[in-house]
């Protein structure tokens, strides 16, 4: 069975989900395939904001966020998350380089080494040249993906990829797509499994 996961590291919950999914997918044999996507795009298309700015302003809500998102990574033993002092970042280069990195067949190590650059490292991977030399020195193809990711074909799958999940449902990230149905939210890797 195929789940697909809507992603960018952009996301630290995006993060929190990728650092659980190897083990989802033995413990319930499943597959979850990664769509990369812009989580900027996803908010414009659907005037969504990110919880940062939407909920600035709720008294106790962004305290609750942070209780929360301790306490999943308490569940799932996740002790090398940082908040990276660059965030927001602006992830387009990265996403595209996520679309260019498959093309090279190393798709996976990119998403874990990149994963760890933003929120174990608190690497600046927004800038590009940081971006080449920090993939290059993690042994992945820093100078080929990053110009992959000027290739025109290349952004408008990201563009496509975007608008085919706001077209799913998606209004942000981390969300799955199982059986055309949409689960928001790392607490979804729990409900996930009643559905399968």
Not at 7 to 15: E, G, V
Not at 95 to 121: F, H, N, P, S, T
Request: proline fraction near 5%; charge should be negative.
């Amino acid at each position: 069975m195929k789940i697909t996961f809507i992603y960018d590291i952009a996301s630290p919950n995006a993060y929190l989900c990728h650092r659980v999914i190897p083990e989802f997918e033995k413990k319930h044999n499943v597959k979850i395939e990664y769509l990369p996507c812009l989580l900027g795009g996803i908010f414009k298309l659907t005037n969504n904001q990110p919880p940062w700015m939407a909920f600035a302003e709720i008294t106790n809500k962004s305290g609750y966020m942070n209780i929360e998102m301790d306490r999943f990574m308490r569940f799932h033993k996740i002790s090398e998350f940082k908040l990276n002092p660059h965030f927001p970042i602006n992830t387009v280069t990265i996403q595209r380089g996520l679309l260019a990195a498959k093309k090279l067949d190393c798709e996976k190590e990119y998403i874990d080494v990149v994963a760890k650059g933003m929120w174990e490292e608190e690497v600046n991977l927004g800038d590009k040249e940081i971006l080449e030399e920090f993939l290059t020195k993690k042994n992945l193809p820093g100078k080929e993906i990053l110009e992959l990711t000027s290739d025109d074909q290349i952004k408008q799958q990201l563009i496509e990829n975007t608008q085919k999940a706001v077209d799913a449902g998606v209004f942000g990230v981390p969300t799955f797509i199982l059986n055309e149905e949409v689960f928001f939210g790392k607490e979804a890797l729990r409900e996930i499994p009643d559905f399968l």
